[in-house]
């Protein structure tokens, strides 16, 4: 089934993304690069090159190597920025015969559209081959202030790329959908995106479920690559004081050293201070010299502080052209990876009066916005889709008043889960099954949701008898709980409807109450297994001591007999110390007795001792799945 | 069960005395609606499937994928080995103590080969995007790697890193170069 992407098609970066089970996934280009040059290119020999293969040659073949095509999008050749733009680029813009323009690239002649088509159909290529599907429709965004020519040019990209464009949307629009804003009401949106080269702020207007923008402004020679610039002419300086040799004449260190400039300002972002290290970075008369600088955070920030001030001024513009003030603004969305800077988040705070939205990948949120609103206009995100999950933990009683858990809280459902229990006394004829609900381990603690008994089950020692429980909760979030006696093939079973759970605010206090007991309730839980294990060690040696009883002598027998006398009224009382103790008593009575069998019979040969066979550790029974008993009705 | 055999019941009354018309109708949009409950369900069996083929190939891929970031953020050690090797001043490249440091570089270099990581070809190779990224393009044979800045190397079939290189552009070739000679 034909998927629908969501498609950032950037000016010097291109990103997809496409909804999946309900969330965004940004989708890896088929080099692993989940971002794509926007670049095109004809090499010498013909081959066409798209995404990062065009970059790597864009110097050894300026004219034919196209960037930036963003720039020329729906334009006139007439128009100003077109004049402009064809003094910088390297490669050639012409004037088609109807006044468009057109581009140059391997001595053929493209119109702008076509150019983007093929960075599209790179990107479509790479989806289908990430999601084993073909894509036909998608979604693409633009620039806020982009005019009913550019955005037509857009769609026309689409469709020769193959793609059915279902809708053009503006790029602060999908980075606000990005965050979920369009569940709030009504509300003005502050889009702040700074990315590698332009900085552009929007301010949007939610109403009635629809983004509308009131006003855009920006720097389209602002971004990153200004910030490492400062970066590079400061460790130039710097390297210039200290080894007297300038930097900035040597093309080769130039690019060492830019590298490593961008890879301090991101690391900056995170730790407080950085070292610049690049040994051999040039020579001279004297021999080899090293770069070895550090650059605090603090040095970082007051090297930039005037690029982050510069940003402020488009924003106070932004704001009066939509009317609104700075206090009216009810959301800041924070766009572009030099977002990532801990300065200009924090200017962005002080600015705006409020704390950014930050928390998704700032390379990506456009993207990721485009595919929420693909998967929308898809029907995606309908609520005949939309699965709940079980708030609470459902499960049941098991011996010594456990909770036993069947389905864990927060499971999505519908979903179903069973496991196979025991009897807890020998020949217990009836299971009681406690469907409870809750967080705590106790059962007297959480919330019974029903309580049913299965009969019938046949006289047999505890610990035999397996009777499956399974739980089963539709869609609508009904409960059905069956026992099933697996020997007999009796069963039984209840259902809990949805209304007989709980208010959000009743399981938001019993959630908290699970934490507040935690402590206590681990240390209760823990006292209860080791009575069921006392138990079972004092019912085994019961076991034990009659099937051995004319094999060892009558005091030891006397011993034994004793010792779990002294288990059975310790487990009457709640001294823990005085069960354990018993416990270990009853323990050693029984190895002194194990001793005392095996002792008849020959002693093994040499070569260390054989595992004991047949012999059950206490307190456990060999049953596999079974997790617990219940107690006797 | 006992309560819906009852609103059953009910049912039944009801629609012996409604038409045929009105039967047609109901029958129309249930089918409307089945079909539409059938595609929701086809679509998430499908985005399941896919996914569950995703994740087999991507925890195929992991390890490799682990491994080729561990290696590429060591490189610039042995960069910068080879920087420190190609720079030995004339009176010292005799002198045991660069012996060793020569030494530790193969060795590094051994490891890496050991864990399939290959240095990419490019010096004197045609340049090709696919494996080399031009950084500058200067007087030498036109189209050929005459330099290289950074070396490049493959893992596990993948170019982690591409070769920096100098690429010629056919200039000091030709007997007659053209008077500007900036890229």
């Known amino acids: ?633 | 069960m006992s309560q819906e055999g009852q609103t059953g019941r009910e049912k039944r009354e009801i629609i012996e005395v409604e038409s045929i018309e009105s039967l047609r109708e109901a029958l129309t949009q249930e089918r409307a609606r089945a079909g539409g409950l059938l595609a929701n369900w086809q679509r998430a069996q499908a985005d399941f499937i896919n996914y569950k083929r995703r994740s087999e190939q991507e925890k195929e891929e992991t390890s490799n994928l682990a491994k080729s970031a561990l290696v590429l953020s060591l490189l610039p050690v042995l960069d910068d080995l080879e920087r420190a090797l190609a720079s030995v001043p004339p009176r010292l490249t005799k002198h045991p103590w660069v012996d060793g440091i020569s030494i530790i570089n193969r060795k590094f270099r051994a490891i890496l080969a050991a864990l399939g990581v290959s240095p990419v070809k490019a010096l004197g190779e045609p340049f090709d995007p696919n494996l080399h990224e031009a950084a500058l393009h200067e007087k030498g044979k036109a189209g050929i790697v005459i330099r290289e800045l950074l070396k490049g190397y493959s893992f596990a079939g993948k170019v982690i890193r591409p070769a920096k290189v100098v690429v010629g552009s056919g200039e000091g070739e030709d007997k007659e170069a053209s008077a500007s000679s900036r890229p």
Request: aromatic share 4%; charged share 25%; proline share 5%.
């Open chain 1, 1 to 633: 089934m034909a998927k629908v992407i969501g498609i950032d098609l950037g000016t010097t970066f291109s990103a997809v993304a496409v909804m999946e089970a309900g969330e965004p996934v940004v989708i890896p280009n088929a080099e692993g690069s989940r971002i794509t040059p926007s670049v095109v290119a004809v090499s010498k020999g013909g081959e066409r090159l798209v995404g990062q293969v065009a970059r790597r040659q864009a110097i050894t073949n300026p004219e034919n190597t196209i960037f930036s095509i963003k720039r020329l999008m729906g334009r006139r050749f007439d128009e100003p920025s077109v004049a402009y733009d064809v003094k910088w680029l390297p490669y050639k813009i012409v004037k088609a015969a109807n006044g468009d323009v057109r581009l140059v690239m391997g001595g053929k002649e493209y119109s702008p559209p076509e150019l983007s088509a093929m960075i599209l159909q790179k990107l479509k290529a790479d989806a289908e081959a990430y999601l084993g599907d073909k894509v036909t429709e998608a979604v693409i965004t633009v620039p806020a202030y982009f005019n009913d020519s550019q955005r037509q040019a857009t769609k026309d990209a689409g469709q020769v790329a193959g793609l059915k464009v279902l809708r053009i949307i503006n790029e602060p629009t999908a980075a606000s959908l990005a965050y979920g804003l369009d569940k709030k009401k009504d509300e003005t949106i502050a889009v702040y995106d700074l990315g590698g080269g332009t900085f552009d702020i929007s301010i949007l207007e939610l109403g009635e479920g629809t983004f509308h923008v009131k006003s855009t402004s920006g720097d389209t020679h602002l971004g990153g690559d200004d910030f490492d610039q400062k970066v590079i002419n400061w460790l130039v300086g710097e390297f210039k004081k200290d080894q007297g040799i300038d930097l900035s004449q040597d093309k080769m260190a130039l690019q060492r050293l830019r590298e490593a400039a961008e890879k301090a300002k991101c690391e900056l972002s995170t730790v407080q201070q950085t070292e610049v290290n690049l040994p051999f970075i040039t020579a001279d008369a004297s021999g080899p010299k090293h770069l070895n600088i550090t650059l605090t955070r603090a040095k970082l920030e007051q090297l930039v502080m005037e690029l982050v001030e510069k940003t402020l001024g488009p924003c106070k513009q932004a704001l009066a052209d939509a009317t609104k003030t700075v206090e009216q603004v009810d959301e800041v969305v924070l766009v572009g990876g030099q977002t990532r800077m801990p300065l200009v988040q924090q200017k962005v705070k002080e600015f705006f009066g409020k704390e950014p939205h930050r928390g998704v990948n700032p390379d990506e949120v456009v993207a990721i916005g485009a595919a929420i609103q693909a998967g929308v206009l898809k029907g995606e995100v309908s609520d005949v889709l939309l699965l709940d999950v079980t708030p609470l933990t459902l499960g049941i009683e098991t011996l010594g008043g456990v909770a036993t858990p069947l389905i864990q809280r927060n499971t999505t459902i519908p979903t179903a889960k069973s496991q196979t229990f025991s009897t807890a006394a020998d020949n217990q004829s009836s299971v009681e099954i406690h469907v409870l609900q809750g967080e705590r381990p106790m059962a007297t603690d959480n919330r019974t949701l029903g309580l049913f008994i299965l009969d019938g089950v046949l006289p047999a020692p505890r610990g035999m008898p397996q009777i499956e429980v399974a739980f089963d909760i539709d869609a609508n979030g009904i409960l059905n709980v069956r026992a099933h006696d697996k020997g007999t093939g009796r069963e039984q079973k209840i259902t809990i409807t949805a209304s007989s759970g709980l208010s959000k605010g009743e399981v938001e206090k019993m959630q908290r109450d699970a934490e507040a007991h935690a402590a206590e309730d681990a240390k209760h839980k823990e006292e209860v297994e080791t009575k069921n294990a006392a138990d079972n060690l004092a019912y085994n040696a019961e076991k034990t001591l009659r099937e051995n009883k004319d094999k060892i002598a009558d005091d030891l027998n006397k011993e034994v007999e004793t010792k779990i006398a002294e288990v059975r009224s310790a487990l009457g009382g709640s001294d823990m110390e005085a069960i354990r103790r018993t416990m270990q008593e009853l323990s050693d009575a029984m190895q002194k007795l194990g001793k005392a069998v095996y002792g008849q019979q020959q002693p093994p040969p040499e070569g260390g001792q054989p595992p004991p066979s047949g012999e059950e550790p206490p307190g456990k029974e060999d049953e596999g799945t079974v997790e617990g008993e219940f107690r006797e009705v």
